[in-house]
């Protein structure tokens, strides 16, 4: 049940925000060996200079960064994290998004902290 | 003082987006038994296919999704939790949407951790 | 590595909305010790509407509010954090912000939390 929150520049065109959305997923499925129908995304389409990001800080060389914000429930480790960063990276990278250009931010929550709607069991 | 983000399809009039943002806050006062003055909401209003949610995942059946993510004080046990996800779910069926549509996920800090304008006290 | 999102009236000018950007930063660098490099960010620019926040509770009065969302590592005691809020508030002042208006919540994770880009190294 992550919630992922995808922030890319309207620049990109609708198709291919959608093919980022798939790539994330089946990143996320593949490193947090995640249901691929536990899928609950939202994209938001900014100008592209209301992305902020500092081109070199920490390493690497940023252009045109995709944020993705991962809400998740409290139960991966540190080498499951960060199987899915890079699964996630590579994905994107398949639909032409740079690696440099992928950051990831986690937020953890608990089960309890989701309503999956009124038939929904909280997974 | 919880922030609370919704996100809807922009296919959604705009009354009836702020009719849902009264409704929540109803809901949140209801279940936390909190004020109704404390109210802190943003609505996002997106193009409806950027706003993915898998139609059956973990049960029920959803056709347009209204995310609703709440950022609020760690201070409330899991049957309070529920009490409010239900008092948003049925206060949002009053005004049509369908209980299965609403997606919540709750993220907790601390009371520190807010700063509600300078001669605003935390909570 | 802070994440910082910018919640703003789209009535405020393009040019203004960059301003305050540069002001929340400037704040988060002197009231955290953060580096200025140390940078990202996303403007949210929403119809005024769609930003609600009540008037007076808690105190102050508050008219066009500027919602802040900083998502960074658990490393900052309570003075810090308030060192910070004031710093940006301050600094948003001078690009006409009233203080009253300046809303900011923070939202906590861990170093293992962030993917800065393939290239990038945690904080």
Not at 39 to 51: E, K, Y
Not at 64 to 82: C, G, H, P, Q, S
Not at 88 to 107: H, K, Q, S, T, Y
């Amino acid at each position: 049940m992550p919630l992922i929150t995808i922030e890319v520049a309207d620049s990109v065109p609708v198709e291919k925000r959608l093919a980022y959305a798939d790539a994330i997923n089946a990143g996320l499925a593949e490193g947090l060996g995640m249901d691929v129908e536990d899928r609950f995304q939202v994209i938001h389409a900014l100008p592209a200079n209301h992305i902020i990001a500092d081109p070199n800080y920490l390493g690497g060389e940023r252009r045109e960064v995709v944020f993705i914000r991962i809400l998740m429930v409290r139960m991966y480790d540190n080498a499951t994290k960060n199987r899915m960063y890079e699964a996630v990276a590579r994905r994107l990278e398949a639909e032409g998004v740079r690696p440099d250009d992928v950051f990831i931010a986690v937020n953890e929550n608990t089960l309890e902290d989701w309503y999956p709607g009124a038939r929904g069991k909280r997974g």
